[in-house]
């Protein structure tokens, strides 16, 4: 029972420190207006799904931006799977303001949920006690930041990642592949992240979850079919004029191919799917060899950024996903040194390395730097696999200090 209200009030501090720490950044982020943000895609797609109308009909979508005043349409239709509009009716049941505040705050508490979970992997309290530090060291990471300020809606494929590891670690693999599915719903950063985990699934003969991951992409494309059965095609005619217009701005294999070519065709794209292929072909490789010493969390913590650097399309906020990895590596190196020193010091190298990144995101328009979180990502993940854990005294004689 004590347990029971020491989570509990954990719990309600969690969501306090939270709610407390929005504010601030809204504060000094100057709370830019939901019309003027990439939230308003979503609202929009969710409040049309509510009133009966299809936000792949062009002049119903934009008709939409008229009579909600959302000023910024760089898109004729909704530029996501169809899908997600449906999970983007809760939304619409608010005002556009109200359902951004609304969002910011469920995407701070996706990742205290991530941060909570992703801790409770060992069993041990050294890492339980990083819990509110990290916590409160999260609202300064760059793609988190951006996120909430943007309202990307990259903190449900979060949720989506966390709760298929979740089950993977219940056994309960059908159900992991119908959640691991979800992340589909932003095609370019699921992609990826399913092909690693579909390679990592066969390796292991989980038979049940690669059914789950078709079961789940089966039920999407029927939910898109009985809106628009055109759908498809739609998407990927507006798909690609999204990814026409922003080349070679973006920290992935493809975007640096575009710059070494000169934007040139075909060079650029035989470049780009060379370097993409050969870095899923070797992170395929290691997951294949490592398939039987690989935790759920784990694998997903390599999973992820190597899917974002060799796919096509994603920004920085995009790569919120990587609080899972960031918290792995975390108490991964805690666990092997018995210390808090190296933890500390890789959170601040990359918390001060991404504020540089989206300062030259914001400065130049152009998110190349944030190569570099993936990167330092990368490294902190392959130091934490090799280090040597310290022998159980040396714990207790950190705690005795």
Not at 38 to 62: H, I, K, V
Not at 165 to 184: D, N, R, W
Not at 223 to 251: C, E, N, Y
Not at 278 to 298: D, I, M, P, S, V
């Amino acid at each position: 029972m004590k347990k029971f209200w020491l989570n509990f009030f954990g719990g309600l501090i969690a969501c306090a420190l939270c709610l407390g720490m929005l504010l601030v950044l809204s504060r000094l982020s100057g709370a830019a207006r939901p019309q003027d943000t990439n939230f308003s895609f979503f609202w929009l797609a969710g409040r049309m799904t509510l009133q009966g109308q299809n936000p792949y009909d062009e002049t119903q979508y934009l008709a939409g931006h008229d009579t909600y005043q959302i000023g910024w349409r760089p898109n004729k239709i909704f530029p996501y799977p169809l899908p997600l509009a449906l999970l983007c009716v809760p939304l619409g049941l608010f005002s556009l303001e109200d359902a951004h505040r609304l969002w910011q705050g469920l995407t701070l508490l996706i990742v205290a949920l991530t941060i909570y979970v992703t801790l409770r992997q060992w069993a041990r309290p050294a890492q339980h006690r990083l819990f509110f530090p990290l916590l409160i060291a999260s609202f300064f990471f760059g793609p988190l930041y951006l996120s909430l300020e943007t309202g990307s809606i990259g903190a449900l494929s979060l949720l989506a990642v966390l709760l298929g590891g979740l089950a993977l670690q219940k056994e309960k693999p059908l159900l992991a592949g119908i959640f691991f599915s979800l992340t589909i719903l932003k095609p370019p950063q699921g992609l990826t992240i399913l092909i690693l985990l579909g390679i990592w699934f066969l390796a292991r003969k989980n038979w049940k979850a690669i059914y789950g991951l078709a079961l789940g992409g089966i039920m999407l494309l029927a939910l898109g079919l009985i809106q628009d059965p055109l759908w498809l095609t739609k998407f990927l005619h507006a798909s690609g004029a999204v990814m026409d217009r922003t080349q070679g701005v973006q920290s992935n294999v493809w975007a640096f191919a575009y710059l070494a070519c000169g934007g040139a065709t075909p060079c650029s794209n035989l470049l780009g799917a060379a370097g993409s292929l050969t870095l899923l072909g070797l992170g395929g490789y290691f997951l294949w060899r490592k398939q039987a010493q690989l935790t759920a969390f784990e694998a997903l913590s390599f999973i992820i950024p190597i899917g974002f650097v060799s796919t096509v399309y994603l920004w920085e906020y995009d790569q919120i996903l990587y609080i899972l990895p960031l918290v792995w590596v975390i108490g991964q190196f805690v666990q092997k040194t018995k210390s808090y020193l190296h933890a500390f010091l890789f959170l601040i190298l990359i918390i001060f390395y991404a504020f540089f990144a989206v300062s030259e995101l914001g400065a130049t328009q152009r998110d190349l730097w944030s190569l570099g979180n993936t990167l330092i990502l990368l490294a902190g993940f392959w130091l934490a696999s090799i280090l040597d854990e310290k022998p159980e005294r040396a714990l207790r004689a950190v705690s005795k200090r």
